[in-house]
């Protein structure tokens, strides 16, 4: 698939305001993964899709993911801002047919993250947070974060999610908290 398939795809699915962000994810990943090493190809196709099903009403991402036959755990359930990644994933995969498990997993884990993530679903996580469209508070030094090391960055935005999170009583995926402990006690290892 190139950027430009990948386009074309996600057009239809999404407002324009989702299919701008998603084109710049896809830009952001490219010049990460350019930076840091891994494959700039599957970086930007998953930057372009990481989305895809972000703006599908809720009670159709749920059916969706039954027809696929996913089984969501009391968490993802209770998380509705989490079914598109999980649902993403398996429409990358079985609807489109894009069989290639590195840019799957890259989408499947883009909003919890995960301990012992690639360096690729790393790329694709941190520049979700850093892409041009982004504006919040602190989005300056989340940026220079990206571009110094990209665990630091992750440290950066776990923390701000867990935060936010906490602050609006939602249940923090364990896949979240996984990252966040591991870059926590790899970036203390480091300071030894
Ligand atoms: O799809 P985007 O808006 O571009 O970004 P995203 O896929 O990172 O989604 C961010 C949303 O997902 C944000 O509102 C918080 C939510 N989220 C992220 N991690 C968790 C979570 N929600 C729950 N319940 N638990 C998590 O661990
Ligand atoms: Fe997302
Ligand atoms: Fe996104």
Known sequence: MTLEEGKKIIKPLLSEKRYRHSVNVAAEALR???KYGA?????????????????MPADKQLKSMEQFGIILTDVEKAGKKLWHAILGAAYIEKVLKL?????VT?????TTGRSG???LEKVV????????????PGVDRMRKKADSDLDSAILEGTAFTIQELTEGGWAIHPD??????????KKQKEKL
Do not use: Q, W
């Open 176 to 185: 979240t908290v996984a990252l966040y402990n591991e870059t926590v006690l």
């Open 39 to 55: 494959d700039p190809k599957k970086a930007e196709i998953a930057g372009i899709l990481h989305d895809c099903m972000k703006d």
């Open 125 to 136: 996580f941190v520049a979700d947070f850093t892409s041009a469209d982004r504006d919040y």
């Open 106 to 110: 890259a989408v499947r884990y883009h």
């Open 99 to 103: 069989e290639d498990p590195e840019i």
């Open 32 to 34: 990460l993964a350019k």
């Open 117 to 119: 993530m690639s360096l």
